[in-house]
C-alpha cells in the first residue's frame, strides 16, 4: 500500500536558524499537503500542492512539490519560537484516502 | 459554523469496556476519517468515508467499526476496550478525495485512557 516517509523525526534548532524537513511518497501522488499541530493541539491545515514541481511561499515558509510529484520538503527561514511544532505532510492519488506522515517535531530554543 | 466536534475531550475505560466516540461536522463534508495518535507513530488511519452509508478500512481498523448514516455524522466504536488502544484520537473531514478539495479539517480530539 502507499506510504508516506517523513525525515527527519526530530530536529532542534537554535532562533533564527534554517529548518528543513523532507517527505517521500512509494507511489505518485495526485497532490501533497502540509499540516502543522502544535504541542497539545489538533493538526491544521498548511498548504496544498498539486502541480508538478510546484513551489508556494507563506512568509518565511518554502513548500515544494517534486518533479515526479512523490516527494516534497517544507523550508523555514530564520525560525522562531512560535514555529514550534511537530509538521506532518500527506499524500493520496485521486479518490484514495489521505495517507499522514510520521511527522517532524521541531523544537527551537532562543 | 462550529466545524469538527468531537466528544468526550477524555474518557478514561477498563480492558473489556466498550465505548462510542463522537464525531460531527456542519460543513457538509463527504469525506470523514478517523485517526489514531501516538508518540513517533504520527497519524494512522483507522477508517474513513466517503459519504453516508460508505465506509472502508484505513490502515489499522482492527478493534474498531464505524457507520455513517447521516453526513454529518461518524462514530467510532470500540466494542472491547484493549490497553493497546490507548491513544489521542481525531476525527477529521473534507469535501472529498479528489479534485484539490482534500484539506482536512481536524476536530479537537479525544484522549483515551484503557486501564
Known amino acids: 500500500g502507499q506510504q508516506v516517509m517523513q525525515i527527519p523525526q526530530y530536529q532542534h534548532v537554535q532562533e533564527g536558524e534554517d529548518f528543513t524537513t523532507y517527505c517521500n511518497s512509494s507511489?505518485?501522488?495526485?497532490?501533497i499537503q502540509w499540516y502543522k499541530q502544535r504541542p497539545g493541539g489538533h493538526p491544521v491545515f498548511l498548504i496544498q500542492?498539486?502541480?508538478?514541481?510546484e513551489v508556494k511561499k507563506q512568509k518565511r515558509l518554502t513548500f515544494q512539490f517534486g518533479e515526479a510529484k512523490k516527494n516534497s520538503s517544507l523550508h523555514i527561514t530564520a525560525t522562531q519560537t512560535t514555529d514550534v511544532g511537530t509538521y506532518f505532510c500527506?499524500?493520496?492519488?485521486?479518490?484514495?484516502?489521505?495517507?499522514f506522515g510520521k511527522g517532524t517535531t521541531l523544537s527551537v530554543s532562543s | 459554523n462550529a466545524g469538527v466536534t468531537q466528544t468526550p475531550k477524555f474518557q478514561v475505560l477498563k480492558t473489556g469496556q466498550s465505548m462510542t466516540l463522537q464525531c460531527a461536522q456542519d460543513m457538509n463534508h463527504e469525506y470523514m476519517s478517523w485517526y489514531r495518535q501516538d508518540p513517533g507513530m504520527g497519524l494512522r488511519l483507522i477508517h474513513y468515508?466517503?459519504?453516508?452509508?460508505?465506509?472502508d478500512q484505513g490502515e489499522v481498523p482492527n478493534g474498531y467499526n464505524v457507520s455513517r448514516s447521516t453526513t454529518e455524522d461518524f462514530p467510532l466504536r470500540l466494542l472491547s476496550a484493549a490497553p493497546s488502544q490507548t491513544s489521542v484520537y481525531f476525527c477529521a473531514s473534507s469535501y472529498s478525495l479528489g479534485q484539490g478539495q482534500e484539506t482536512q479539517y481536524f476536530g479537537p480530539g479525544t484522549r483515551l485512557l484503557v486501564l
Open positions: 500527506a499524500g493520496n492519488q485521486a479518490g484514495t484516502a489521505l495517507i
Open positions: 500542492l498539486v502541480k508538478s514541481g
Open positions: 468515508s466517503v459519504g453516508a452509508g460508505i465506509t
Open positions: 507511489t505518485t501522488l495526485s497532490n
